[in-house]
C-alpha cells in the first residue's frame, strides 16, 4: 500500500484544479491572475471562471508547462483581490470572505498556503508596530528620544528578516521559502572596516559587501520567481544603482545575470529582455554598445528562441544601424559637396584636436535653436579649443540651406549637403531626427554622440583631463 502511494504521487496530474467558494457571490466571473516580474498594477489574466448560484467556482488546468509562482482571485469588479500561492499539481480549495481582506481567507489541502496566510497576518502586526513607530518618530522631543525609535525600528525589522529565514531554514525547497530567500537584502557587517594594510579605513565597504552579496538568497533556476513582484525591482537597483554605468561593466554584469539564469524560460527571458531595453532606452551616453553586445553575442547567436523570424530581424536590423557609430569606433567618412564653395569636403581630411559633426535641418524647429546656441558656445570656448565644426544638411533645398548658414552666420563651418542623394550618412550615423551631434578627437575616433550645446563643453572638459592623465603617467 505504500508503494502503491508513493506511485501515485510521482503521477499527479500536472497543471492545477483549484475549488473556490465565497459565500453571497453568484452568478459572476473571478479571473486567475498572476505577477509577471513587475509589481501591481503590472498583472495578466491566466484563466476564469463563473461562480454558480451557491458561490462556488473552479479554476482547472492540465498544463504540464504551467509554472507557479504567487497568483490571485481577481472577482468581477477588478478591484476585489486576495494573494495566494501555486505549485504546478496543486490540488486544493479556497474559501474567502471578501469583507475580511485580506485576511479571512482559508485553505483546504494546501498546508503552504497556510504557512502564506500566517505570513499575512505577521506582516499585519509588524505594519501596525512600523505605523507605530513613525508616529512616535513625529513626536520625538529630542535626539535621545528620535535615536530610541529608530532602534526599536530597526529591531522590528530584524524579526521579518528572522521570520522568513527561520521559515526558509525549516521549509528548504518550498515556493514560500524560494520567495523568502529572494526577497533577501545584504545586511552589511557593522563596525569599522580596513583595507589589506590594517590600518586605513575601507570607504568603499558597505558598497563592495552590498553588491557582492545582493543575489546571495536569488534562485535564478527557480521560475516561479518570474510570477512574483520581486524581479523587476531587484534587477533595477542592481544594474541602475550598484554598476557602474560604463559599457563593459554592464556587459559584464548582465552576462553574469544571464549566465546564472541560462536553462530557465521565464527568467531568462525576463533578463534578456530587461538588459536589452534598458541599453537601448537609456539617458546615459555610450550605452547603445551594450545594445549592439547584446544582439550581437544572445540573439544572433539564437539564445531568444522565443521570437519570430520577423521579430528577430528588428533587433538585428537596428544593432546594425547602431554598430558603426558606437563610441571608441572610428567615424565612417563622410565626403559631400560644401553648398558655399562647391568644394567636395572630407570629413576624415578635416584637420582639428577635435571635429563637431552635425546633421541638421533648416526648417527643423529644434536645430533653429540648437545651432545658434552651439554657434555661441564654439565662438566663446570651442574654437579655443582646437574644435572645428562638419555640418551635413540632412534635407532642403540650397536657398533654405544657405539663407538659414547666412542668418546665422554659420559661414566659418564646413557646411556640407548632399543634393544629389548619393551618401550612406543617415546609415552609417543612424540619423533618425535632428539636430544630431557626434563629438570626434583629432584621430576621428568617436567621443560623445547626440549631444547639444549644455554638456560639450563639459565632455571636452573631461577628454582633456583624460589625456593630461595618460601623458603624466607616461613621463
Not at 82 to 88: A, G, I, K, M, P
Not at 289 to 312: I, P, R
Not at 341 to 363: G, I, M, R, W
Amino acid at each position: 500500500m505504500l508503494l502503491a502511494g508513493m506511485a501515485l504521487s510521482c503521477f499527479a496530474r500536472p497543471g492545477y484544479d483549484i475549488h473556490l467558494h465565497i459565500p453571497g457571490v453568484k452568478d459572476s466571473m473571478v479571473y486567475l491572475v498572476h505577477y509577471y516580474g513587475k509589481s501591481l498594477p503590472t498583472i495578466y489574466k491566466r484563466d476564469s471562471a463563473r461562480f454558480d448560484k451557491n458561490g462556488n467556482a473552479e479554476l482547472k488546468s492540465s498544463d504540464p508547462n504551467f509554472i507557479g509562482g504567487i497568483y490571485m482571485m481577481l472577482m468581477s469588479d477588478h478591484k476585489t483581490y486576495f494573494e495566494f500561492l501555486v505549485d504546478n499539481g496543486a490540488d486544493f480549495s479556497i474559501t474567502a470572505d471578501l469583507s475580511k481582506l485580506p485576511y479571512g481567507v482559508t485553505f483546504k489541502n494546501s498546508t503552504e498556503n497556510e504557512h502564506f496566510q500566517q505570513y499575512v497576518d505577521f506582516l499585519k502586526g509588524y505594519g501596525d508596530k512600523q505605523e507605530g513607530f513613525q508616529k512616535e518618530y513625529k513626536t520625538a522631543k529630542n535626539a535621545a528620544d528620535s535615536m530610541a525609535v529608530r532602534r526599536k525600528a530597526a529591531a522590528s525589522s530584524k524579526e521579518l528578516i528572522n521570520y522568513r529565514r527561520e521559515y526558509s531554514a525549516k521549509y528548504p525547497g518550498t515556493l514560500l521559502s524560494s520567495i523568502f530567500n529572494a526577497l533577501q537584502t545584504p545586511q552589511v557587517p557593522e563596525g569599522p572596516h580596513y583595507l589589506a594594510d590594517g590600518v586605513t579605513k575601507d570607504s568603499t565597504f558597505a558598497y563592495t559587501y552590498y553588491k557582492k552579496h545582493f543575489w546571495d538568497g536569488f534562485n535564478f533556476q527557480d521560475d516561479r520567481l518570474i510570477h512574483t513582484p520581486i524581479y523587476d525591482a531587484k534587477i533595477d537597483e542592481y544594474m541602475n544603482k550598484l554598476v557602474l554605468p560604463f559599457p563593459d561593466s554592464v556587459e559584464r554584469e548582465g552576462d553574469m545575470l544571464l549566465h546564472r539564469s541560462e536553462g530557465t524560460k521565464e527568467l531568462y527571458k525576463y533578463t534578456l529582455w530587461w538588459l536589452t531595453r534598458s541599453a537601448e532606452n537609456s539617458k546615459v551616453m555610450g550605452m547603445d554598445e551594450v545594445f549592439v553586445y547584446l544582439v550581437e553575442n544572445h540573439y544572433m547567436k539564437g539564445d531568444a528562441t522565443w521570437l519570430s523570424a520577423e521579430e528577430l530581424n528588428k533587433y538585428t536590423d537596428r544593432a546594425q544601424k547602431i554598430a558603426p557609430n558606437v563610441i571608441g569606433n572610428l567615424a565612417p567618412e563622410v565626403r559631400l559637396p560644401n553648398i558655399l564653395t562647391k568644394k567636395d569636403e572630407s570629413l576624415q581630411s578635416l584637420q582639428a584636436k577635435y571635429t563637431l559633426l552635425v546633421f541638421y535641418s533648416p526648417s527643423c524647429g529644434h536645430c533653429q535653436k540648437e545651432l545658434p546656441e552651439l554657434d555661441s558656445l564654439y565662438r566663446s570656448v570651442l574654437k579655443g579649443m582646437g574644435v572645428k565644426v562638419y555640418t551635413v544638411a540632412t534635407e532642403g533645398d540650397e536657398k533654405a540651406i544657405t539663407d538659414f548658414l547666412k542668418k546665422n552666420k554659420l559661414e566659418e563651418w564646413t557646411n556640407t549637403w548632399d543634393h544629389e542623394h548619393v551618401g550612406d550618412w543617415r546609415g552609417k550615423y543612424d540619423v533618425y531626427s535632428t539636430p544630431t551631434i557626434y563629438l570626434l578627437d583629432g584621430k576621428k575616433i568617436i567621443r560623445g554622440k547626440r549631444l547639444d550645446h549644455t554638456n560639450l563643453g563639459s565632455l571636452i572638459d573631461m577628454l582633456e583631463i583624460k589625456e593630461r592623465k595618460a601623458k603624466e603617467l607616461k613621463s
